[in-house]
Structures are given as C-alpha cells and as structure tokens.
C-alpha cells in the first residue's frame, strides 16, 4: 500500500483563506496536542499572512505564537509559507535580513519552509533555501502554478528540475487560484516524478469546484503529500477537506496514517471556533461558495471579487466585463506573470485604468513601471519593447537579481528599532512590516504608546497563497 501523507492547513491556509487570519492562538491551544497525535506529515501553523495579522490585528507576538505551538507539537512537523526575498512583507529584503529571518524561524521551532516566488524566477528563492538547509530544516521549494500558452508542462518541470539543482529538499505544486485541473495534474506530477527523486507535495485551493479531483489524479501519478483542512474551514477558498480525502483516499487503498478518531475530536472544535467567527461576521459566507470563474477567465476568484469592488468603489461596475476582456491582453504585455500578490494587484490595477481612460497605458501604476524595470525579478516572457517603451521610456531595464543592490540592512533596521526591540526577533517584526512591527513593540515597552490596534480592514489581506 502507498502512503500518501497529509498535510494540515487549518492553523495557517485555511485560517487565512476563511477568516482573514484572524484566528487567536487562544483557538488553536486547546487542541494542538490532538492535532499533534493525528497522524499529520506537518501542520502550516505560520508565514503567509499570519505574521501581519499578529501585529496588525491581534495583538499577538508572532514569535511567541510559534514557540507556544511548538511546545505542544512534538512529534509533527510545523511549516510555514515564506515568499522568497520578500519574506513575509512587500519589498525585496537584503541578504543579510532573508538569513536572519530563516535561523530565527528554525530556531523558534520551524522544521519546514515552503518558499516561492511570484515570478518563479528562482534567483529570489536562492538566499531562503540555502539559509533554510544551513539552519538544518527542511527546504521545499514551490512553482507557482497558472496558466498561460508560455506556462507548458515542460516549463514546470523545467523550473522543478531547476529547484532541484538548488538543493530543494521537496518540491510543491502551489496552485493558489485553484486553477490546475485533474489531467493536467496527473501529466505534470508524472513528469516532475519521473524527472527528480523528491518528494512532490500538491497545494490546491477548493474555489473552483475541481481540487478533490485534481488531488486525486495528483496522487494516482505520484504525488507524495497533499495538502488539506480540517472541514470547519475546508473548501470554498481553502484546502479540501481533510476528513473527506483522508477516507476516500484509504477507500481506494491508499494508506494516509491519518487517525479518524482524532480528526473528529479537531473538527470537533474548530466547528465552534468556525461557529463564533460566523456570528461575529467575520467569516463571510462567500468563502464557502464554489465559483468557476476562475477556470473560464482564468483569473484567480480573490482578484475578480476586488476588480469588482474596485469597480463598484468608482460608481463603474457596469466596465467589469470589459475589464475582464482587458486583464488577460494586460497580463501578456506584462510577460505572462502568474497573477499572485503583488502581480494580480498590478495587473488588476492597470486593466482597470486602461478601461476607465480609454486609453491604454495613459495611467501607470509606480508598481508596474518598477516591475518592467525588473525590480521584482525576471518576468517570465520578455516584455517587447514598444510595451516597455510605453511604460518606462527609456530607462534601462536592470537584469540582475533585486537583491544584488541591497546592502546589508539588519544592523541598521536594529538601531532604528533600539528603544523598543528586545532581540532579534522584534527587530525581524520591524523588518517586515515598519509600521505594524514598531506599533507592536511601542505597546508593549511604551506604558504611553497611543496607537490603538487595528480592528476593521477585512479586504487588506485577503490574498490568495
Ligand atoms: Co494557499
């Protein structure tokens, strides 16, 4: 019998991608230990948006959080979702910063780091992968999976055998938007496994109506860990249910290691957990909706909903079908990025002003233009170059990796942050997000400090990964 290991989402993914993040740790103590016995491969329990809402939202020590599920989670792996250079923020960091971040990970309790970047151009991954195998942990490197005539299988395993070379200890298949479907699943899980001996992990989110079956041909082709969430925040936008495939994959001769009775006793709590956030209206009914939009336009669901709002916030919903139209011809000017924080948002942004003034490329977001200048890396086509001249004139187009003309910052970011920061940790939450991270600290060390915590803001971090 294979077995096929599973890995659970509901602390991180699901937690993210139902309820904005904004689960306690007070939620999640309760049943850890459980958690810890259930048969799990690994539990996501950090990276992604959890950081930000720790600070922003919670008035949480992410770092605390971490070292309090790592003292009840003793046997299972805990892993985490690290954007390569961007880390967990919205620039690119220094090396210095992106190791630092890594050995302070590991050493609060990390065991894996899934890394990726939204170009896929791995020059952004380098630094997180080998700090990751330098601190001794696990590194799996991620393909951000979408589709595109330029995004061929051959292109994924291409990238796959790529990480490899790198040293990637595993490699995932992150299909953020929903979008892989089962035969193209099976085709490229055949051919990433007949090319590189590690294991394959598959990260497939329910939105489009086609995950429970996309894992299924993942795995008959070889896929080595799926990954699913407990069914109180299951489906919709999150992870298929972790129950359901679990019992439908050991029906069909598989061995999970799972254990039924302990997966009950988990959804038995998150269900009251799910319950509250629904009362409180914070988990909006929507999430649990299955939309296939995002396999008729190819768009991710997420990006849709805000183009909408965007839209509605002007008074010029009726433009949504013309902007639509204009998304993709936006996307292959921009060289086919995969439509992931931040491109979706650039993309989106500049459809919609290309529509609203009637003219393309009239208004151009300072995002849009820094990325044609390669400030966020290597699109993955080349953009031609009346597109580039139209967005950036003539100013030259820097190919080398963003990093390269970072100087060492940590030291820097430390001084700044001395009257509050305590360790190194602390100036990591300064790092990565100067205001919330300064916020933070402030009210902690400050008996004065008056900037209240953030309560409102559901759209802000409402991001596919
Ligand atoms: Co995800």
Same mark, same amino acid.
């Given at each position: ?47 992604? $948006? ?9 008035? &949480? ?9 790592? $003292? #009840? ?56 992968? &080998? $700090? ?20 061929? %299988? ?10 490899? #070379? ?33 294991? !394959? ?30 069914? +109180? ?7 298929? $249910? +972790? ?5 439908? !994959? ?10 039924? &009775? ?59 079908? &013309? ?89 820097? %970011? ?52």
């Amino acid at each position: 019998m294979r077995k096929i290991q599973f890995m659970e989402t509901v602390l991180r993914d699901g937690n993210q991608s139902q309820i904005a993040t904004r689960m306690p740790i007070t939620d999640m103590l309760p049943v850890l230990s459980t958690l810890d016995q259930a048969g799990y491969r690994a539990l996501e329990v950090w990276g992604g $948006a959890t950081f930000d809402a720790c600070l922003r939202f919670l008035n &949480e020590d992410p770092w605390e959080r971490l070292r309090l599920i790592r $003292a #009840q989670v003793k046997d299972t792996k805990l892993q985490m979702l690290l954007r390569g250079q961007n880390l967990l923020g919205y620039r690119h960091y220094a090396d210095d910063v992106v190791e630092k971040f890594v050995v302070k990970s590991v050493e609060n309790g990390i065991d894996v780091i899934r890394i990726f970047d939204a170009l896929n151009d791995t020059r952004n991954i380098r630094t997180a992968l &080998e $700090a990751t195998k330098k601190a001794g942990a696990e590194a799996q490197a991620a393909i951000a999976y979408t589709t595109s005539d330029f995004h061929t %299988l051959e292109y994924f395993v291409n990238l796959a055998d790529e990480m490899a #070379q790198m040293g990637a200890d595993s490699i995932c298949i992150k299909d953020m938007a929903g979008v892989l479907l089962p035969e193209t699943a099976y085709k490229l899980v055949s051919q990433i496994k007949d090319k590189i001996d590690l294991p !394959l992990e598959i990260h497939c989110h329910a939105t489009a109506g086609v995950s429970e079956m996309t894992y299924l041909k993942a795995v008959e082709a070889g896929a080595d860990i799926i990954d699913t969430c407990i069914s +109180s925040f299951s489906s919709g936008t999150s992870q298929p $249910a +972790s129950e359901s495939m679990a019992i439908a !994959l050991e029906n069909l001769g598989f061995e999970t290691g799972l254990k039924l &009775e302990k997966l009950t006793v988990i959804a038995g709590h998150f269900d009251s957990v799910r319950d509250r956030f629904r009362d409180e209206k914070i988990l909006n009914p929507k999430v649990k909706d299955i939309d296939p939009k995002a396999l008729i336009y190819q768009v991710p669901g997420g990006m849709l909903s805000n183009l909408m709002s965007q839209l509605q916030e002007q008074g010029i919903s009726e433009k949504y079908e &013309e902007v639509l139209k204009e998304v993709p011809k936006v996307r292959a000017d921009l060289g086919f990025p995969p439509l992931v924080t931040p491109l979706s948002q650039m993309v989106g942004t500049q459809a919609v002003m290309n529509v609203v003034t009637g003219e393309r490329y009239k208004l151009i977001p300072q995002e849009v233009k820094d990325y044609v200048a390669g400030g966020y890396g290597k699109p993955p086509v080349e953009i031609l170059p009346e597109i580039r001249q139209k967005i950036i004139g003539q100013i030259a187009v820097e190919t080398g990796r963003p990093a390269d003309k970072l100087k060492p910052e940590f030291d820097r %970011l430390k001084a700044e942050i001395s009257p509050y920061a305590k360790s190194d940790e602390d100036v990591l939450d300064y790092a990565l997000f100067p205001k919330q991270g300064r916020d933070f600290l402030g009210r902690r060390e400050d008996p004065f400090y008056d900037i209240p915590i953030q309560t409102v803001d559901l759209k802000i971090d409402l991001k596919f990964l």
